[in-house]
């Protein structure tokens, strides 16, 4: 049965989309509820009509949303958790966590946009941010155990700087002592 959507379904498909799906589904849900209508030879006309005249509104919207995701594009989300022995959290982190935690950063989301699986182990994932048709963004989310201290590994690093220059100096020290022993 085909069927044009006339609101957004995530897995199925975005408003005015001709969507084959099964007839007990179209009959039973989204017709009943407003989300759809039979795609007949008029119904094409008239939303190929529509999209005419909403052609400017549409491209209008879609830059919005090239806005959005260009500014949440390089964004990386750290979402500490309580984690057993095994690395298995106590929960689980799914997308309106990941909604929390872009708000947190300043992106205001709606976690119905969002897309991912639910999350029950420590590592790194991915979720999808899904703003316009064509305009999708996957953020990279990594669950870590709340205990655990994650800026360890970067604070290292600075140590490791500062002890190279300080041997810098004692082998010019070397250098210059070697000359003068001669």
Do not use: C, W
Request: proline share 5%; glycine share 6%; charged share 30%.
């Amino acid at each position: 049965m085909e069927i044009i959507l006339k609101e957004d379904i995530i897995g199925l498909g975005y408003k005015n989309d001709i969507v084959n799906v099964k007839n007990g589904y179209g009959r039973n849900y989204l017709i009943p509820t407003g989300k759809g209508v039979i795609a007949s030879a008029a119904a094409r006309k008239q939303l190929a009509e529509n999209l005419k005249q909403q052609a400017a509104k549409i491209a209008a919207l879609k830059a919005e949303a090239e806005k959005k995701a260009e500014a949440i594009k390089d964004v990386v989300l750290v979402i500490p958790a309580k984690v057993s022995a095994t690395g298995v959290t106590y929960g689980s982190v799914n997308k309106a966590t990941v909604a929390d935690e872009l708000k947190k950063k300043g992106f205001d989301i709606d976690r119905k946009i969002i897309t991912m699986h639910d999350i029950k182990k420590v590592g790194n994932y991915e979720a999808t941010v899904h703003f316009f048709k064509e305009v999708e963004v996957k953020v990279p989310v990594q669950v870590v155990a709340e205990n655990e201290p994650a800026a360890a590994p970067a604070e290292e690093a600075p140590k490791a700087e500062e002890a190279a220059p300080a041997e810098a100096p004692k082998a010019e020290a070397a250098e210059e002592a070697a000359p003068a022993a001669e």
